[in-house]
């Protein structure tokens, strides 16, 4: 099993920033790749930002140049940092996770970001 926790979420302003934690624990030594979605009120979870054990990052389309994942192994954290944001940013942001062979998931909670005034 592994569990994820994510923290930073908040209330921002238009076209500033944020940067959201998933802590990692249990069995990462089998994941594969980490990832954040989001999913607006009413919508379909999409992806965001993933990174894979390679080191290889992919990103959303909307938020190329705006948001970046990173790792640190030493801390098993993952981490998205949110710049410019827009009110269209605004949803539930889960942290995810691939295990190695499987392709099993495992989900954060989710931690809410709302961009407003």
């Known amino acids: 099993q592994v569990q994820l926790v994510e923290s930073g979420g908040g209330l921002v302003q238009p076209g500033g920033s944020l940067t959201l934690s998933c802590a990692a624990s249990?069995?990462?030594?089998?994941?594969?790749?980490m990832g954040w979605y989001y999913q607006p009120d009413g919508k379909q979870r999409e992806l965001v930002a993933a990174?894979?054990?390679?080191?290889?990052?992919n990103y959303a389309g909307s938020v190329k140049g705006r948001f970046t994942i990173s790792r640190d192994n030493t801390k098993n954290t993952l981490y998205l940092q949110m710049n410019s944001l827009k009110p269209e940013d605004t949803a539930v942001y889960y942290c995810n996770a691939i295990m190695d062979g499987t392709g099993v998931r495992y989900w954060g909670q989710g931690t809410q970001v709302t961009v407003s005034s």
């Open positions: 249990g069995s990462i030594e089998s994941i594969y790749a």
């Open positions: 990174i894979h054990s390679s080191g290889t990052k």
